[in-house]
């Protein structure tokens, strides 16, 4: 028995299908039989025009259970959410590679792997040394560094807690009061900056912060932060520290303090199959495999942080198996007029960082590449909506044409921009023509519960079928056109306004870089360009994603003002009029 769909109302059979015909006023039900189709029935539905495509339902239950198998283990516990850098990656990494050289599929110029190192925060190093009334404190749980301490700098005298004086250590409280201790939304970092820089300017020599109440969320060491060094060291004591000692201490509290912080860096791995058909241009298909491990990088929706595993099946264990299958099946096709180049990268969901890397490092030849797709999130197709968003429709003249919204097994939605939340992004600045499918947001986004056992099998499988066929299509036509388009409205954080910048999430070295501007968006007629690096924004000094993002946050559309950057290691300040982010 075939499952059913609910079409207005009726419960009909359905069959997965793949060469279109339209059909009007129709329900149909449709049988194959090895090469043979037989339409039958047809009635009752004042649809609107309804397409039909075809594909051996036998095979598709071999997809389907190749599909469990792959995405099965992909978003099993023991990959641990495959987080860019880890075991869990590298055992992700092994399963592909191991797929493709079984079905004859070989690297990419003679590598699978393609490493890519990045920063992944600041760690603090064993130098570091903080004695408090002579005691060299040690645990983190009593006294820690603050990130934007100065580094390798030591500062030492007798402090007296709200005693500020000029050229001394000042020990300053953290919490106003017991209720600010208790407050949830009290963003301590925030504060411990501005008071800490304040108290620089000041003549302090160093800051000691400390919680004599006793805070329901315990301060901790924020490896991501991106506030803007000071020139003096800062630590905080918390309610333990401070219990220790100062709270039972006569007279003033001897501090002695040296921080040594260092960028960590940590290696991420693209891999790299390679379809060589020896023709002129090659096609890129790509989907991500990392995803957030325990929630460790800060970007689950988890809302209790208990270092769960994310297994991500949907996002994006889905994808990375509809690539592996697409790349086989293509394979051993009849498809050769272009090369066909396997991507699946890492460092996605840290910001895009493998797809920037291996487009940058790898030196991809853009002008070879005559069209990139890639599959984000393709395993959650809505059995009653069979909502898809196919983004970068407006990359090339030819994906209307290719992109049929009038599909029935499909209800598209077409998403013009170039840019968008994953990894076609790097491609489309490249000016590459993009495709990007994606089935839809839904609860379990960037939480643990994206398991493999809420995909839609059999819709994936649809799915693939589809791509399969756009690609076989776009074999007849010659290497597409590309257009620029404007900004993405799917996913992302929203703001009121845009500057229309794609922010290079990996630059942590002052300031905002970007990659680049999207057409007639305010940073384009202002006249920034790709590589440059945002420092201030009106009056907001911009230090890094954070301050970037708090600057943005602060204007209205029509606002104008002063953007400065630095380019080719050059101070510039261009005017620049916000408009809506719409
Ligand atoms: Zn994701």
Do not use: C
């Amino acid at each position: 028995m075939p499952r059913t769909v609910e079409v207005r109302g009726f419960l009909l059979p359905y069959f997965p299908v793949n060469r279109t015909k339209p059909i009007t006023n129709g329900i149909i039900l449709l049988l194959q039989i090895t090469g043979m189709r037989i339409f039958l029935a047809s009635a009752l539905l004042m649809a609107a025009p309804l397409m039909i495509t075809n594909t051996s339902f036998a095979k598709d239950k071999k997809t389907v259970k190749q599909l469990k198998k792959q995405i099965g283990y992909l978003a099993s516990d023991e990959l641990e959410g495959r987080r860019t850098g880890t075991a869990g990656e590298k055992k992700a990494a092994e399963y592909i590679i191991n797929y493709y050289s079984q079905n004859g599929i070989p690297a990419y110029k003679g590598n699978y792997r393609y490493p890519f190192t990045f920063i992944s925060g600041k760690e603090i190093m064993p130098l570091t040394s903080i004695s408090i009334n002579g005691k060299k404190v040690t645990d983190l749980e009593e006294v820690f560094p603050l990130p934007f301490s100065v580094n390798s700098k030591r500062a030492n005298g007798d402090a007296l807690p709200g005693v500020l004086e000029h050229g001394n250590i000042w020990m300053m409280p953290i919490f106003a009061d017991a209720d600010e201790a208790k407050d949830a939304h009290f963003d301590w970092e925030k504060v411990a900056h501005e008071k800490a820089k304040d108290a620089a300017k000041q003549g302090a020599t160093a800051v000691l912060f400390y919680d004599s109440y006793g805070a329901k969320y315990t301060p901790e060491f924020n490896k991501k932060s991106d506030y803007e060094a000071l020139d003096i060291p800062v630590a905080m004591m918390l309610h333990k520290g401070y219990q220790k000692y100062v709270e039972n201490h006569e007279g003033s509290v001897a501090v002695d303090m040296m921080v040594v912080l260092k960028k960590a860096e940590m290696t991420g791995t693209n891999l790299a199959a390679y379809i060589d058909n020896g023709a002129k241009y090659t096609v890129v298909l790509g989907a991500h495999y990392d995803h957030l491990g325990h929630g460790e990088d800060g970007n689950s929706l988890h809302a209790k942080k208990d270092g769960q595993i994310h297994n991500g099946a949907d996002d994006n264990a889905s994808g990375t198996a509809a690539l592996m299958q697409l790349g086989v099946k293509i394979k051993n096709s009849k498809l050769k007029h272009y090369n066909y180049l396997l991507l699946h990268f890492s460092g996605e969901e840290l910001g895009l960082l493998g797809s920037k890397a291996i487009v940058k490092e790898e030196k991809l030849d853009s002008t070879k590449i005559a069209y990139m797709i890639n599959m984000d999130m393709v395993g959650r197709l809505n059995d009653s909506t069979h909502a898809l968003t196919v983004g970068g429709i407006g990359t090339s003249p030819i994906w209307g044409k290719m992109i049929d919204k009038n599909n029935p097994a499909f209800k598209i939605t077409y998403d013009s921009a170039g840019v968008g939340p994953s990894d076609h992004s790097s491609f489309y600045y490249q000016n590459i023509p993009v495709l990007f499918f994606f089935t839809g947001l839904h609860t379990d986004y960037h939480k643990p519960s994206d398991d493999a056992d809420k995909i839609n099998y059999k819709g994936q499988a649809m799915l693939q079928n589809y791509i399969y066929d756009v690609v076989g299509k776009m074999e007849k036509e010659p290497k597409p056109a590309f257009t620029a388009t404007k900004q993405s409205t799917v996913g992302k954080v929203r703001f009121k306004v845009t500057l229309g910048v794609m922010p290079d999430y990996s630059y942590q070295d002052g300031g905002v870089r970007i990659d680049g501007v999207t057409d007639n968006k305010p940073a384009q007629k202002a006249g920034m360009k790709g590589g440059d690096i945002i420092i201030q924004l009106g009056d907001n000094k911009i230090t890094g994603m954070q301050t970037y993002m708090e600057a943005l946050g602060k204007f209205a559309e029509g606002d104008k003002t002063q953007v400065k950057v630095m380019r080719d290691g050059k101070e510039l300040s261009l005017p620049i009029e916000f408009t809506s982010n719409k």
